[in-house]
């Protein structure tokens, strides 16, 4: 990348004067884009503030959603910039064509928009996304104030929180497409009365997210969790599941053919990514039914991004790139030949998290894409650029929050840049709401908006064809409703220069009848492989049946084309797919997992049919299965393979991985067989396998086996010793005739033990601890060895003598040693954190969090631990009707049983029906600088080491 020749200067309107003294320092903000293109500043407050989310109409304008009032309950208005009366939309043009804007007018002030975090144009409609609402405002006079408002959609969850509904984008198809966040549940129902029900384990983030859950079923009959990709018709109608069990997917991009492509926050710091999304697929962040997060099916060996998208499971999709550190946000897919041949079909995806906008080029990999990612835009030469603790105090660099990127009309990039300290944990510390828009275009090029006329059916296909994806729209519609009479026209854009204008024909012709969907026909031959695939997508949409289409394909080479035929036979019954569900077993390589997801797709609820099928082609023994044969079995996991599995698992000739993969397969078997299989396997003489067992049979007992078997018979739980003696000490405790004094010393010796430590907070918690009892309980329990107990008990008990605050302007004057912070880490992090391979994954994983932070900002974070409070991160405190406590992150919440991950990292299984109260904390696990006994100078060390890098 080449720096720009524009050296930004944000107005004096939007910042504090100490702040626009860091800004006009040298090299302190410019941008840095490809060496052939330029980046400009084309608006910034205080015409606007705050920009989450832009789109372009067709007069090249630019539409923005504002979040001034962004999470009230967390960023009190008196100290900020605030809109009493509601979320603005604003209009912003360069009427003179010099490429900076000169214009600006509010579209509308509503106080249902809380914080939205999408806009769409789409002629006279403008559709915003602000949870729990998805508005129309409709502009039928074109004098920019709209003179209609439809709740179009309603029900989502995540109300004022950054995982919740985020912007719409018009599809090749004429169809809708939009995503939301896991901050549900999301309960809504289109306008022909089809309801979607989703949820997940996930609450928090903010005081409405409190009540969520997990395998919800929608009227589809299926259980769709977590974060969602989703489709609806323009009427309101056909609302339609396309992917899920995202986290905090932000913003869906799709290109001329069809494709989706999704960006991913993580909640470790390490794993967010970037993915292709299969139609239909689960992109594996919680449990498959959303009552567990990612942390309570973490398997033994397993890395941070292998569990945190659950891909050594059958049934997630190829999670993609994984880009590490960051905040993903806006997307697009760039088709345009205006930014020149270079950037054509490039995949766009905003970093704000790392101040960059990463770009893709997919290359086709079997039946699905590699994600090969360059940094595109940035603040930085190098986007990964480590610092040093003397490095200038406020990075001003780290302040470029890409919120959103969005191709206009005239064929340029604009870029929404929040421009905040910090991004996401529903925090912000400008003050001022500042932020801007940038212009990419080519270095010395003009480029300059058309002028559409979709009067014309010469303009409805200039529309069709324009670089901006909301545009295309127009010019669909009002060529759909000429039918036929525009066959010939349009079909000569299947020979365009331009592949992508190819693609949006194919779309077209599906819809203009008879004639139109015979030369779509005529594709499924194509000799481009991407035009067949396009072909399939359109007449599926069209011919009521689906199976004649697929027989048509069946056969074809690509197994990305035989991906899309699987895809297709998902709901059809297996009496009329049999043979095509066959075929494509047949087809599968044994390598591509892309293939063998979607084999597992169009077996869904067929599985054991299929299996019978297929079950004479292959060896009786099953140690004689060759590795095709024994992927499709784990991705069908049929029950009546349960004793076929523990055969393969006891094989000796069989590689280690092999005998793995059988007991994995045996594990998401939901029958009494395969528990009683695993149960078996525990007992082998092989400890490699027997270990493997007892692991699946202690985690699947608290959901999916829990009721196939009797546990306490089979496997009854052990109160340790230390665990027995603090419950007898806690029912002495108690007693009526315990005198007073030996209340206070039972008490004492409590307070200095895990197990009765975690006792006494519990029933101070249930306010059954008498208050005569805390001043003696305070003495001692801040020295409890369990670090649960003692930052727990901040929340019950009076820590002697209290501490003194910590300056973070003390901090940062300070010098900070890389080395000295090394060994504070070690000392006081390392129980919880992991930082390269020092630690333990407890908490969030520190090793790149150099990349998302400068160095006020970690400091914040160390020093306020619960102000930015990371998602899935907090804490719980469960308390048993016999009285045992248990305190950390909840991890699974099922029907027979919730786990609780402590700050040992120790997972413990808690029956519901013995669990008394539950109680989710706002504060951290973490504790705070103070009773850790750091001082500021360990603190400067400290973050000295974690700028550093890894």
């Known amino acids: 990348m080449q720096q720009s020749g524009h050296t930004t200067r944000p107005g004096s309107e939007g910042l504090e004067p100490d702040r626009r003294a860091v800004l006009a320092a040298a090299d302190s903000n410019k941008l840095y884009v490809p060496d052939d293109l330029e980046a400009t500043v084309w608006a910034e407050a205080p015409v606007f503030y705050n920009p989450t989310n832009i789109d372009v109409d067709a007069r090249g304008r630019i539409w923005v959603t504002e979040a001034v009032n962004y999470r009230n309950f967390n960023n009190k208005p008196e100290t900020r910039l605030d809109h009493p009366n509601g979320e603005r939309v604003m209009i912003l043009e360069d009427t003179d064509g010099d490429g900076k804007a000169d214009q600006s007018k509010v579209f509308v002030e509503d106080k249902d928009l809380v914080s939205p975090l999408g806009i769409a144009v789409i002629g006279n409609k403008i559709i915003v996304s602000a949870a729990p609402h998805l508005v129309v405002y409709t502009d039928e006079n074109g004098d920019d104030k709209p003179d209609k408002k439809e709740i179009f959609l309603t029900g989502f969850g995540g109300l004022d929180h950054d995982h919740s509904l985020h912007s719409l984008v018009a599809g090749p198809d004429g169809k809708w497409y939009f995503n939301t966040g896991n901050a549900g549940p999301h309960t809504v129902t289109d306008k022909a009365g089809w309801t979607l029900r989703s949820g997940s384990i996930y609450t928090g983030g903010t005081p409405y997210n409190t009540k969520n859950k997990g395998n919800m079923v929608s009227d589809d009959d299926r259980v769709w969790v977590g974060g969602m990709a989703l489709r609806i018709n323009p009427d309101g109608t056909g609302l339609k599941v396309m992917g899920h069990n995202f986290r905090n997917n932000y913003e869906t991009a799709i290109d001329s053919y069809g494709n989706l492509w999704q960006n991913d926050n993580d909640d470790q710091v390490v794993a967010c990514r970037t993915s292709w999304l299969m139609e239909g697929g689960n992109m594996g962040y919680f449990s498959q039914d959303g009552t567990r997060f990612w942390q309570g099916d973490q398997r033994p060996g397993q890395d941070i991004p292998t569990a945190h998208w659950h891909q050594e499971d059958p049934g997630v999709v190829p999670a993609g790139d994984i880009s590490g550190a960051g905040s993903p946000t806006g997307m697009v897919f760039y088709e345009g030949d205006e930014l020149g041949a270079n950037y054509r079909g490039l995949l766009l995806s905003c970093e704000a998290g790392r101040n960059v906008i990463f770009s893709y080029r997919p290359e086709p990999q079997g039946a699905g894409y590699r994600m090969p990612r360059t940094d595109f835009i940035s603040t930085f030469p190098k986007v990964d650029e480590e610092y040093k603790w003397n490095d200038i105090k406020e990075d001003i660099r780290k302040w470029f929050r890409p919120s959103d990127v969005a191709v206009g009309t005239d064929g ?163 009496e009329q797919c049999r043979d095509l569900l066959v075929k494509l077993a047949n087809q599968y390589d044994g390598n591509d997992r892309f293939y063998l997801e979607a084999v597992g797709l169009a077996a869904d609820r067929k599985e054991e049919a299929l299996y019978a099928v297929l079950k004479p082609s292959m060896p009786a023994n099953p140690v004689q299965w060759d590795q095709k044969t024994a992927n499709l079995i784990w991705r069908l996991h049929p029950a009546s393979t349960a004793d076929l599995m523990k055969q393969r698992a006891l094989a000796p000739t069989l590689t280690a991985d092999a005998r793995k993969q059988a007991i994995v397969a045996l594990g998401f078997m939901k029958d009494p067989a395969a528990a009683r299989a695993m149960v078996e396997l525990t007992k082998v003489d092989d400890k490699t396998i027997a270990q493997q067992a007892d692991y699946w049979t202690n985690f699947r007992r608290s959901n999916d086996w829990a009721t196939l078997l009797n546990w306490d018979e089979v496997m009854p739980p052990k109160l340790s010793e230390a665990g027995q003696k603090a419950m007898a000490m806690r029912q002495k405790l108690l007693e009526e005739y315990t005198s007073a004094e030996d209340r206070q010393k039972l008490a004492k010796a409590m307070a200095v033990s895990p197990e009765g430590g975690m006792l006494l907070v519990g029933l101070a918690a249930e306010k059954k601890l008498p208050e005569s009892l805390k001043p003696v309980i305070s003495e001692v329990i801040f020295t409890n060895p369990d670090q649960s107990v003692r930052t727990m008990a901040g929340d019950y008990f009076t820590r002697p003598g209290g501490a003194a605050a910590l300056s973070l302007k003390k901090i940062a004057a300070l010098s900070g040693n890389e080395t000295a912070g090394q060994a504070v880490f070690k000392a006081s992090c390392s129980t919880c954190h992991r930082h390269g391979p020092t630690g333990r994954d407890i908490g969030p994983e520190l090793t790149k969090i150099h990349q998302k932070f400068d160095r006020n900002g970690l400091l914040d974070a160390i020093l306020n631990p619960s102000a930015g409070l990371a998602f899935g991160y907090e804490p719980w405190l469960i308390t048993t009707k016999n009285g045992q406590t248990y305190y950390g992150f909840l991890i699974s919440d099922g029907q027979q049983a919730i786990v609780v991950k402590d700050a040992a990292g120790q997972k413990q299984t808690i029956p519901t029906a013995q669990v008394a109260s539950r109680k989710q904390y706002s504060t951290s696990l973490m504790p705070d600088p103070t009773s850790l006994g750091l001082s500021e100078q360990q603190l400067a060390d400290l973050v000295a080491y974690l700028l550093k890098g890894n």
């Not at 058309?450 to 010019?475: D, E, F, H, S, Y």
Request: proline share 7%; glycine share 6%; net charge positive.
């Open 412 to 574: 340029a990039l604009y870029i929404a840049d929040w421009f905040d300290p910090v991004v996401g944990g529903h925090q912000m510390k400008d003050s001022k709401g500042y932020g801007r828009i940038y212009r990419i275009t080519p270095k010395g090029k003009n480029l300059k908006a058309p002028v559409i006329n979709t009067a014309r059916t010469k303009g409805q296909l200039q529309a069709l064809m324009n670089p901006a994806i909301n545009i295309r729209v127009l010019g669909f519609e009002k060529l759909k409703a000429q039918g036929d009479k525009v066959v010939k026209p349009v079909a000569k854009l299947l020979t365009a220069p331009n592949p992508y204008h190819r693609a949006r024909a194919v779309w077209l012709l599906s819809q203009l009848g008879p004639k139109g969907q015979q030369k779509i026909q005529e594709l499924l031959k194509s000799e481009q492989v991407d035009l067949r695939i396009a072909a399939f997508r359109a007449l599926k949409q069209t011919q009521p049946d689906v199976v004649a289409l697929a027989r048509q394909v069946i056969d074809d080479p690509s197994p990305a084309v035989r991906r899309e035929v699987a895809i297709a036979l998902r709901d059809v019954p297996f």
